[in-house]
Each structure stands twice: as C-alpha cells, then as structure tokens.
C-alpha cells in the first residue's frame, strides 16, 4: 500500500469488528454518509484495499482517468486482488443497491459515464497477469496491463499475437495500437485498430477467450466453444456484458526479426494539399505492411499550424524506401527514420511524441471519429484548414484533426461467422477530431477531431465547433452514413453505429440474459427496448 491512510485488509477487518462499538473513522464514511467499509471488508482477499476520496493520497494510489471531461464520480474505490474479491464486490454492491464501475485503464471518454454517480469504483489495477507461453503461443493478461507491459516481452521472445487470417504464415499477428499506455483488455473489447492491422487483422481476431464477472457476481469463461454467443458479443460490445478478469490470445513468430521501420515527417502548414492529394493516390495500393497517421494541431507560441506524419513500415528498409521517397519529394521541413523493435514503436513514433501526448492525466479532452473507405483531399484540405482557423483565436484550444490508415484486405477477408461485433471492417480511414462492404477499396482509416481544451465553460463552443467538420468528413466518406470505431466514438453516434443495426437484434438477446438491469455499459448501452 502507498499509505498508512489506505486500508489494507487487517486494517479494514479490525475496522469492522470494532464498528458496533466505536465510530468509523475518518477515512470509512463515503461523502455520501455510507459507511462502505463495513459493506466490503468482511471477506475480502488480504491484496484488497479500500479507498475513500478524502484520502489525501487518493489520487496516487487509485487509478485515475485521463479525461475529466463528462467522466464518472465515485463515493469509494475498491482494489480487488482476486476474481473472488470482485464477485463479492458486485453481490454486496447489488444488495445494497449500489451502482458499480470497473476501471481498467481508465482512457474511456463517452456522454454516457457521466450518468454514473457516486458509485462503487472497482480498480483493476492489481490484475497484473502476463503470461506468455511460447510452446503453446499464448498470451494470458489480466485487466491491469496495458500495451507497453506485455510488448517487450513478446519482442524478446520473437513472437506476436497472432490473427488465423493473416495474409501469410510469415505475417505479424498484433493489432496493438497507436498509444503505449491504453489499456490492452479495455481497447481489445473495441476491436482494437493499430499500426499493424494491415497485416494481422484487428486484435479481437486472435482472442481466444476471456474469463469474466456477470452483473449478478458469477464467473463465467467465454470462448468459441463456451458460451460463444458471449463470445461474439464481447468481441465489439464487450463493455456491455462483464468485468474481464483475464484474456488469452493467439501469438506467432515475428517477421523480418521483430524490426520495423518507423518513418516521421513535419512540413509546412501549405504542404497540407499535396499531402492529401498523395495519401488520395494510394487508395487502391496501400500496402498491408504501413500504418499512417498524420496529426494536424496548432501551435499557440509559433502562432501557426502544426503537420506532421508518422507512419510504420513492416519490413525493410529498402520495402520501404519508395514510399518515403514520396512523401520526402513533398518538401519536409525535418524528417527520420530509423529501424527499431515493433515494441518500441508506440513511443518512438512522431519524434517521440505519440506515446507521451497520449498519456496524461486529468485532461479535458473529448473526440469525433469518422470512418472512411475513400479519401476526398478536397474536403481533408477544408477540414484542415477550419481547424487551424478555430484554433488560431482560442489559446485554451490545443486540439489535434488525426487522420489514421490502414490496409483492409486481412480484415475483411475473415469470415463473418467469426468476426465478432464490430461493425467497421471496411473502414479504410479514422479521421479523429475533438457491414462489411464486399466492395470496400484496400484502405481504411478513421479521422479523429481530438479536443483538447481548458474544461466545461468551452464545452458548447467545442461542441458546435465539431458538428460540421464531422458532418464534412461524413458527406464524402464513401459509406454515405456515419460509420466509427467504438473507442474512438463521441458517444451521440448512437448504437447502430456502435454495433450495426444488423448486430443489435441479437446483441439486445444476449444483454437481456447477461445483463438485464444493465449493470454495464454506460458509456455505449445497449439499449434493451430496441426495435429496429
């Protein structure tokens, strides 16, 4: 424990034996007036501990969450150290008709966490498992770990995680994403988008199963063969049905030695067409091997917009060489690149800085995320340039338009009685701002309108701000409709876009016989009343 302040559990239980003749301390009483220590102590595992908000160190010994932005209060947070200490956790908070939340990592930012109030904060953080076994090729992790814990290790051990549908035997198989820090469980029950999806598929593809706690405390395995209708639902929907307490996935050999080639550029603001007309012309020859961010913000001291692109190449150097040629032929004002461990990837890329911008702490911070199957420079040229208008009269304004691209072919090639959920498979760009279609080109990617911002008092403005440029992206996607990744999703989207209308029929089944009170899920619920 961090503090004496923090009760361990022979603190906690002598606490309760006490209770019926000496008044709870200071620390027991939630500022709600519940005395949650005698609800949980009694039983709890001795790597348990309780921990009320007074605490002065509460904010250091608790996780804590990287956006403030609508996020969820809690009167009291317990660290379970077993499978054992949730299921009691979730019984004793049903019985005393408590609201829970479990926290993994604590990167989620949606409307809907802020209809939790003062509820049970169940902290995941002493699940810790990472086991990876390199004679069955398997990769057991517990809800505490994130991308950075378990990928060192597999690169020492020359392994990946694996998809079945990679698009040869040599491929890599880890759909591992863009930010070192993300909670790994947290980010797979999404699908999981990343650098090297092109190749492996979606991380969702090379789970195996997972072992998990139901609204009601019981502990139940999900897998192709146990429970599978669970199994499919968590794949895509998975914040909806459970608290995970471990996960295994399929892992492989690595390819071209566990190395990499990450590529990073900046130019100037005016090289933003030329740069979208070229990310334009590779539509139809993506390689499978590249993963392409490109990150436009602006900067307040410079007093001018900000581009740069960051991209990865599995292979060599000389793979990779023509492609860096064309984007070098566009005149960057600094650029590297430089072969490295795919385990380093995360915090090497973007001159060192993606993995760090990623990562802090009690930010206000929201986005718009649109998926597309075609780019329209025209339109990513407009968006581009509203942005940095926006920006330019609004220094507490730090936001960032991304733009992120992926090959498809791998992930659309997987059958669709095995995909999972997620509804997003052709997608071929993730533009992020603050079905799959046989038809779909090679490429997809998401545009990310990121919102960073001082707090509520610009909510409104940001929000207003935000609406037409999704609206721009939307109309020349290529889908016709709002199509987005879930754990990049606002959260006004609603959940046929979330899941797709074709999945939700069974998705409502499935939540009614898991999850009938709707204990989960407040960030994107399942609406139990849906018609269709």
């Known amino acids: 424990m961090h503090s004496n302040m923090h009760l361990t559990l022979a603190a906690v239980v002598a606490t309760f034996a006490l209770e019926s003749s000496a008044r709870p301390s200071l620390y027991e009483r939630s500022a709600d007036g519940v005395n949650y220590t005698s609800i949980f102590a009694s039983g709890l595992s001795p790597g ?38 949730i299921q009691l956790i979730v019984r004793r908070a049903n019985r005393n008709n408590r609201t829970f939340f479990a926290t993994g990592g604590g990167h989620g930012a949606e409307p809907g966490f802020a209809t939790v109030k003062n509820a049970i904060n169940i902290d995941l953080s002493n699940f810790r498992q990472n086991e990876l076994d390199t004679t069955a090729n398997t990769l057991t992790i517990g809800p505490g770990i994130s991308f950075r814990d378990f990928e060192e290790n597999l690169y020492k051990a020359s392994k990946l995680m694996h998809s079945a549908n990679a698009l040869s035997t040599n491929a890599p198989s880890t759909a591992v994403g863009n930010i070192y820090c993300v909670n790994m469980i947290g980010a797979t029950i999404g699908a999981t988008v990343g ?9 969702i593809d090379y789970l195996l199963s997972v072992r998990l706690v139901t609204a009601i405390g019981n502990i139940v395995t999900a897998s192709a063969t146990e429970n599978p209708g669970l199994f499919w639902a968590v794949r895509g929907a998975g914040a909806n049905f459970g608290i995970i307490t471990s996960a295994v996935f399929k892992v492989t050999d690595a390819p071209n030695q566990g190395k990499l080639v990450s590529i990073d550029l900046d130019f100037p603001p005016s090289a933003n067409v030329s740069l979208f007309k070229l990310i334009q012309s590779m539509e139809n020859t993506y390689p499978k091997e590249m993963g392409f ?14 581009l740069t692109v960051a991209m990865s190449y599995f292979g060599t ?44 702490k009690g930010v206000w911070n929201n986005h718009y995320t649109v998926g597309t199957n075609r780019t329209d420079a025209a339109t990513y040229a407009k968006v581009y ?21 992926f090959n498809t072919e791998v992930t659309l090639a997987l059958p669709k009685s095995e995909q999972g959920v997620y509804p997003g498979r052709d997608i071929s760009t993730f533009i992020k701002h603050p079905s799959g279609d046989d038809d779909a080109l090679l490429t997809f990617g998401n545009s990310i309108i990121d919102n960073y911002y001082d707090g509520d008092v610009h909510d ?20 016709g409709k709002l199509k987005t990744y879930i754990n990049y999703a606002f959260g006004d989207e609603g959940p046929e876009v979330w899941y797709g209308k074709q999945n939700l029929p069974r998705l409502v089944r499935l939540k009614k016989r898991w999850d009938p009170l709707n204990k989960f899920g407040a960030g994107n619920p399942i609406p139990l009343d849906y018609q269709g």
């Open 385 to 405: 340039s509203d942005f940095a208008t926006f920006a330019r009269s609004r220094p507490w304004f730090n936001g960032i338009l991304a733009i992120q691209r």
């Open 48 to 85: 348990a501990s309780i921990h009320y908000p007074s605490q002065p160190d509460f904010n250091t010994s608790t996780v804590q969450r990287y956006s403030l932005w609508e996020d969820p209060t809690f009167a009291v947070t317990v660290k379970p150290a077993t499978e054992r200490d």
């Open 195 to 203: 650098p090297y999806q092109g190749l492996v598929g979606l991380a």
């Open 293 to 306: 961010n490109l990150y436009g913000g602006f900067n307040h001291t410079a007093n001018q917009s900000t």
């Open 317 to 360: 150097q000389a793979a990779a060489q023509p492609i860096i040629d064309q984007f070098v032929a566009i005149g960057p004002t600094r650029w590297q690149n430089k072969t490295v461990p795919w385990s380093d990837l995360s915090a090497a890329q973007n001159f060192g800085a993606s993995g760090e911008t990623g990562c802090f």
């Open 460 to 479: 409104e403005e940001v929000y207003q701000f935000s609406l037409p440029l999704r609206d721009q992206l939307v109309a020349t996607s290529g889908f």
